[in-house]
């Protein structure tokens, strides 16, 4: 017997709820046992290192940070809206899918970051680490809170040599952000969404009832 195949509609659910429990699990997990600038080495290119910032993606910081809040709340409900639409069409690959949906929960993930962190955690001295639902208090108020980073892979590093214009003497690493999961799932979805599915973003919508057979 066949089995049923998944929703457009289930299968963007799943994606979502996945991507924001492990991403918001380690960040719980991090805050937790780290204190703040902490660092463990998995291996000699992996790094967990606990940091926290108030803009976006891989510790960038543009404009100001309630302006950057409700940009990403917006962001997450067109988003949100956008997956909604997609659960009929059937002119849809479910690569497609899964990319939009990843977009959506590494958004989502770093939103709860903004909103509830100030609240829920402090933001003890050193060497101290932050407590969940302190009974003092957070270190901030609602919508305020920092997004915690922790994923850093330096893969290599040198210091350039002292004859070179302005960059001589200087020690390099390759690579020096320091990210989340949540900016993983929304970096990695797009680079694959412009690479292989770009021509759906302007495609003409279909309510159709029957889902795609390719996975492609």
């Not at 991507?19 to 660092?39: C, M, N, P, R």
């Not at 510790?59 to 009929?88: C, N």
């Not at 509830?116 to 955690?121: A, D, K, P, Q, W």
């Not at 302007?202 to 029957?210: F, I, L, R």
Request: charged fraction near 15%; charge should be negative; proline fraction near 5%.
């Amino acid at each position: 017997m066949k089995m049923k195949k998944i929703s457009n509609g289930w299968l963007a659910t799943i994606v979502v709820v996945l991507v924001i429990a492990l991403d918001q699990a380690l960040k719980v997990w991090v805050k937790t046992h780290f204190y703040y600038g902490e660092s463990i080495d998995i291996t000699s290119w992996f790094k967990l290192q606990f940091i926290e910032n108030n803009g976006m993606a891989f510790g960038m910081e543009l404009g100001s940070k309630i302006f950057l809040t409700w940009f990403r709340i917006i962001a997450v409900a067109l988003f949100i809206y956008y997956l909604y639409k997609l659960r009929t069409r059937s002119d849809v690959p479910r690569g497609y899918i899964v990319c939009i949906a990843m977009i959506t929960a590494g958004a989502m993930g770093n939103v709860i970051d903004c909103i509830f962190y100030g609240v829920i955690f402090n933001a003890p001295s050193f060497p101290d680490v932050a407590q969940l639902f302190p009974p003092g208090g957070g270190y901030e108020s609602l919508f305020n809170g920092r997004v915690v980073d922790m994923l850093y892979f330096p893969l290599c590093e040198w210091d350039w040599p002292t004859w070179m214009p302005l960059c001589g003497g200087n020690h390099f690493v390759f690579f020096q952000p320091i990210f989340n999961i949540a900016d993983s799932a929304l970096s990695v979805s797009v680079v694959v969404l412009i690479i292989f599915y770009s021509r759906f973003l302007a495609a003409p919508e279909k309510t159709d009832d029957t889902t795609p057979d390719s996975d492609n």
